[in-house]
């Protein structure tokens, strides 16, 4: 037996995961510039990425890659990728801890949203923490970013996947909207 030939072998496998490690970590980088460092947003109209499901974010890439969900700016960052690339950068993310963002919230608004919230914990969960592995987490995201969800979803003309969710959406008031992203918004982890 050539030992010389075995761990040739076994070297190139290593190697090669490094460097396939090194690529996802520089791809991440790319994302950070606008979902923040490891993928926790610091702006308030963009979502925080680190430790949502793997299942939701690769769905998302792929989606806005074939044209299923709008949006000029992933649609450009993501074309580029292969369906490979694009799980390999959702697990990376999905590997990430959840962490909620501080934000200043109005307690009047928490209060509505939490009664207003009960149309959404079928998916979501009670305070927004996903357990299923394909809904995203809403406890501690951006308000901003989910009320633009929210109004996205309410628009007939925008190309968004999830049918369940535009029919929510569409049945929440102006106010709902603002109150229940101020709840989910509120919730820790």
């Not at 700016?73 to 694009?86: D, I, R």
């Not at 963002?101 to 928490?110: K, L, M, S």
């Not at 996903?130 to 309410?154: C, F, K």
Request: proline share 4%; aromatic share 8%; net charge neutral.
């Amino acid at each position: 037996m050539n030992y010389r030939i075995i761990w040739g072998v076994l070297l190139a496998g290593i190697l090669n995961t490094a460097h396939a490690q090194d690529n996802v970590e520089a791809s991440a980088k790319m994302c950070f510039s606008c979902h923040g460092a490891n993928g926790v947003s610091m702006a308030a109209n963009t979502p925080s990425i680190a430790g949502q499901p793997e299942a939701y974010l690769k769905k998302a890439l792929l989606d806005w890659k074939a044209g299923l969900r709008h949006s000029a700016t992933m649609a450009g960052m993501v074309k580029p990728y292969s369906e490979e690339q694009l799980s390999a950068l959702a697990a990376y993310f999905a590997q990430k801890p959840w962490s909620p963002v501080a934000q200043n919230i109005d307690a009047g608004q928490v209060a509505l949203g939490k009664s207003v919230s009960e149309r959404c914990a079928g998916c979501h969960g009670e305070k927004g923490a996903s357990s299923d592995g394909e809904t995203p987490n809403l406890n501690g995201q951006w308000a901003g970013y989910v009320e633009l969800e929210l109004h996205e979803y309410r628009d007939d003309s925008e190309q968004l996947p999830n049918k369940k969710m535009r029919k929510v959406a569409q049945k929440l008031s102006e106010d709902e909207i603002k109150a229940v992203a101020a709840y989910f918004a509120s919730q820790g982890k």
